[in-house]
């Protein structure tokens, strides 16, 4: 069910009203209420299914009758929220009670799984301390973004050799976007050799694993390529992008 049973018209209130009444009278511990609290809504339910009948019958419906199912709709459906609040946020209730009280069900968030996948880095061209890369999707070598992933996180390192992990790597930031541009900074020596990692991260923050270092000399156009490990056939996509 989409909606409360309290939250419809008059009529699906009166229908949803009277079976939830009887659910709840019959086993009202089930549900995380007292047996005073059940009569308590049986007492307002059966005012409103009286106040409602005398509404609608053409024989007795006017200013008045119409007057009294309005104040008992207001005082049936708040005590019915109330109620649907201590249900939900009862120990081993289930959607399916739930959905049998005529309540709705909340849609759950879904788990948010850590990327499997090291996104593709390429490195484009050198501007000087300026590095353009891009990254792909190592699957099918796409700029899109595998699903689950939310960004990807950069790092960098200066030096002939890359560092055994990641997190000896600098931090560069965060990117959403697969064309990126990484600058060292100024004073940084000419022609000096860099390396550029990445990783996918969801949308908690959960990082997958680290692509392999690509490397560059800064100031040159000339440009070293290390391939990251890839499924097979995914490097040949790359590479044909990258042609």
Request: no cysteine; net charge positive.
């Amino acid at each position: 069910m989409n909606r409360n049973f309290f939250k419809s018209s008059d009529a699906i209130l009166a229908t949803g009203s009277k079976h939830f009444s009887a659910l709840i009278n019959a086993t009202p511990n089930a549900f995380g209420l007292s047996p005073q609290q059940a009569m308590a809504y049986a007492t307002l339910d059966a005012a409103y299914q009286t106040a409602y009948a005398a509404a609608v019958d053409p024989g007795t419906r006017g200013m008045r009758t119409v007057a009294g199912k309005r104040s008992a709709r207001r005082a049936l459906v708040k005590l019915a929220g109330d109620y649907a609040a201590i249900i939900r946020h009862t120990a081993g209730i289930t959607d399916q009670q739930l959905i049998d009280l005529g309540l709705s069900v909340h849609k759950k968030n879904a788990p948010k799984p850590v990327p499997t996948l090291s996104p593709l880095v390429l490195i484009r061209s050198v501007n000087a301390n300026q590095v353009n890369i891009e990254i792909l999707n190592p699957l099918n070598g796409n700029r899109a973004k595998p699903p689950g992933v939310a960004a990807i996180v950069l790092f960098s390192h200066l030096g002939s050799t890359p560092p055994g992990h990641q997190t000896q790597m600098r931090f560069e930031g965060l990117a959403t976007r697969s064309k990126v541009e990484v600058e060292f900074p100024a004073n940084t020596e000419p022609f000096a050799q860099v390396w550029i990692s990445a990783t996918y991260v969801n949308q908690r923050g959960k990082a997958g694993p680290g692509s392999s270092p690509v490397t560059t000399n800064l100031g040159t156009w000339a440009v070293q390529r290390v391939e990251a490990d890839l499924p097979t056939g995914a490097s040949t996509v790359a590479t044909q992008r990258a042609a």
